[in-house]
């Protein structure tokens, strides 16, 4: 009998977390790494909410509490989240979670037996291809087309959906392209989920970036489009909008009440309960005023530093990048970099092994890594099947200016720098 069971080696896992180690590991021989790999925004948390998050420690608010999430928490999520949609929400709806990650996999599991289908964004965020074949179910990826701004039609959907179709992940602001759908095209995709799908298949609509819109966008739902809030879970959190990735705090509303409940004995099964102090916290986040403006500044910052980076990288001979609405990532086109630096040779010369964990887009992030000192992340990390010949990267511009502008600087030499790419593939270190 094998230690570890056949079904957990099924799950994969986000591979933002796995530079860490590469980068911790340059620092510590003495190099200055421009991290532009991770999801997190770079500011602090703003006042009003630490205070909060203080204040409700001070009162030894430290104990177990509602699994579902605290009453005027879930009241305040069914306020924001309705009013913003035009849409009509109870707090019993609500569950809160510790982020926004766990309601992805907890729905494979609630929904979803053997055999069922998930269709899922690619490129998308890894956690949703990351559970599919853990739960038995079928992957099905929805590839983005970055000439309509990787988003996707009616017509790309309704190719995908069939009588095992189960769960639909759609996520706008897109993480890792920073696409923003339109409201007509969220029209489109609702019209095509009404035509095709049973009403018990479930749309997850991730919207953990619903705050972090550029150039006057708005954030539209696809719950806004009459017939689709009772197929529909939103989720989203606390972690983009307010800057507080390591408060652990996000939330989803699901269609009924009934599933709602599930997931609370989900919540109860893995966790208990979110930590009390900082749902008060989430609390203040959703209703002050202040957040308003803390939310207005650190756009503004992400949007003056997109404008930059993408200017840059479209100045890199090789590559061409679109202007992103939303999010806080850019997703530069790099195949001339790969075709200038005969990086596809390079990878098709690579015995089998090193291939499959390897790609041309992981090898140039490498060769950015350990050789020009910037961290990105390679297409692969976002969605692996049918990916092959897909070759981008996605960059972070949750990072200072000045490090930005340096890290422009080293891509641009990387990308011209053939014979070190050559010297360094020839290595066979650090390829994937
Ligand atoms: N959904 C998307 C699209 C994300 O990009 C992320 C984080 O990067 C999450 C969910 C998870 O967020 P959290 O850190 O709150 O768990």
Partial sequence: MALISNQIQLIRSENAFKVGPYIRGLEAEGHKIVKCNLGEPDFPLPTHIRNE???????DNTHYTDPQGILPLRKAIAKYIGEARDIKLT?????????????????????????DEVIFPSPGFPIYESFIQYVGAKPVPLHLREEIGFSFRGADLEKLITPRTKLIYINFPSNPTGGVATKDQLVEIADVIKKKCRPDVRIYSDEIYEHILFDGVKNHSITSVPGMLERTIIATGASKSY???????????????????????????????????????????????????????????????????????????????????????????????VKNLRIDEAYKSLPEDLKKQTSPSTLFQMFLLYKYYVATMDRKSFGQLGTEGMHYLRLSIATGMEDLKTGMQQMEKAAADTKGFAAFIEKREHLF
Avoid at 53 to 59: A, H, S, T, W
Avoid at 99 to 105: D, F, L, N, T, Y
């Fill in 53 to 59: 998050v203080k204040r409700q420690l001070d009162l």
């Fill in 91 to 115: 707090p019993e709806q609500v569950v809160v979670f510790p982020g926004g990650k766990p309601p992805i996999g907890f729905c494979q599991q609630v929904y979803c037996d053997p055999g």
């Fill in 243 to 337: 800057s507080w990735t390591g408060g652990r705090i996000g939330w989803a509303v699901f269609p009924t009440v009934e599933e709602a409940k599930i997931f609370t004995n989900l919540n109860i099964n893995y966790f208990s309960c979110i930590a009390p102090y900082n749902q008060e916290g989430a609390r203040v986040a959703i209703e002050s005023p202040e957040s308003k403006t803390t939310i207005a500044a650190m756009c503004k910052a992400f949007q003056e530093r997109r404008d930059l980076v993408v200017s840059k990288l479209n100045a890199i001979p090789g590559i061409q990048c679109q202007l992103p609405k939303g999010a806080f990532y850019v997703f530069p086109n790099i195949a001339g970099v």
